[in-house]
């Protein structure tokens, strides 16, 4: 008497090929068959149907305990479903122009409820909506929307964007010198910025990090323009794999802006406390500048690490004591340099 009155069930119901879902009320798997194989035009041998999410195959069971509007997919004998995997996949797999895939991920995407598979289709949205082999403004436009006109490549303006950060940490060393007390050694302070601004000057700012069109040593991407997070501070590389390309698209762009050059051995915390130290008690000439500037402007000591990966906590690392000041031997060869041309000018 119970199978009379028991009400139907309303679910979406689609099939392995088709993004386009039906509506069908059905009270029980076996009338859900015979009315979704009508509806999509498949035999009734051998049909059978699973969650649109994960694949499960729904029973006689399963079915009277799903909520009402459950999305299913209808599969006829030899057909298999893993989950919205399956969408991605079909979508990665097909003959179709790139214009037609991201209308068929929109598709799916307009429809879809589930955080985490939402996650997925935006991400491969993003990725597909790659214009990364356009270069100059003319040939992608809206890539350099919000972007200076007198930048006219990728590369030129993502150069830029790296040198504004690296001038960012000089400006934090050149700060530093408002703090300095004592007179004799603010003047061997400024001695010391003087050097490291004409060093990283003739260095470009280092640019070249996030210059596609330069050498594969100097650059922190793919010759594409792909940038892979290099992990935390405390890693050797990022367990997560995040990856981007900001010269796919102006949202790419856009997002690589969140992204850190961080200093392993931080630089307000550590390098430049550290540097102010020495110059305490001698003089800028008996400090070894160049590994100064490598912590604060380098790859040395510099990381690219997507935002989720920037431990903000201190990092609790250390300069090297041993190459804080220069080497006596350097000192005296030096010296010795300086005198013999004394005394050849006499």
């Known amino acids: 008497m119970f199978g009379l009155f028991q ?3 309303p679910v979406k119901i689609r099939s ?29 041998s051998g049909a059978h149907v699973c969650l649109y999410s994960d694949g499960t195959k729904v029973t006689e069971e399963f079915f009277l305990t799903l909520p009402d509007h ?6 006829s004998r030899e057909q298999t479903w893993s989950g919205v995997v399956c ?24 429809d879809e409820q ?23 403004r003319e040939e992608d436009e809206e890539w350099f929307r919000g972007v200076d006109a007198r930048f006219k490549t990728k590369s030129a303006y993502m150069k830029y964007n790296c040198e504004s950060r690296i001038r960012g940490y000089m400006k934090e060393v050149d700060d530093a010198s408002k703090t300095i007390q004592k007179a004799k050694v603010r003047t061997e302070f400024l001695k010391t910025s003087k050097y490291l ?30 940038f892979t997070c290099q992990g935390s501070f405390d890693q050797d590389v990022c367990k997560s794999l995040h990856s981007i390309n900001p010269y796919g698209s102006r ?33 800028t000439a008996d400090v070894n ?25 201190a990092h609790n690392l250390l300069c090297e004591g041993k190459k804080i000041f220069r080497r006596a031997t350097d000192t005296d060869k030096g010296n010795q340099a300086a005198k013999g041309k004394r005394r050849r000018m006499k």
């Open 197 to 226: 601004a004409e060093t990283l000057k003739t260095a470009k700012y280092n640019g070249c990090y996030f210059d596609r069109t330069e050498k594969e040593p100097d650059r922190l991407c793919t010759q594409q323009g792909w």
């Open 70 to 75: 459950t999305e299913l997919v209808l599969l």
């Open 251 to 283: 949202e790419s762009r856009i997002v690589f802006s969140t992204w850190n050059l961080d200093h392993r051995i931080e630089k307000k915390r550590t390098v430049i406390p550290a540097l102010l130290e020495a110059l305490q008690n001698h003089k």
């Open 16 to 44: 392995f090929h088709e993004n386009r879902k039906y509506g069908v009320a059905a009270k029980d798997l076996k009338e859900l068959l015979k009315k979704g194989c009508k509806a999509l035009q498949l035999p009734l």
């Open 7 to 9: 009400r139907s069930k």
């Open 289 to 313: 500048l160049n590994y100064f500037y490598s912590l604060l402007f380098t790859r040395e000591n510099l990381k690219l690490v997507h935002i989720v990966c920037h431990k903000k906590g």
């Open 87 to 110: 969408d991605i996949g079909q979508l990665l797999n097909t003959d179709r122009h790139a214009d037609g895939i991201i209308e068929a991920a929109q598709g799916l995407l307009s």
């Open 114 to 136: 589930s955080p985490k598979r939402r996650k997925i289709l935006c991400d491969l949205l993003l990725n597909l909506d790659d214009r990364s082999e356009l270069e100059s």
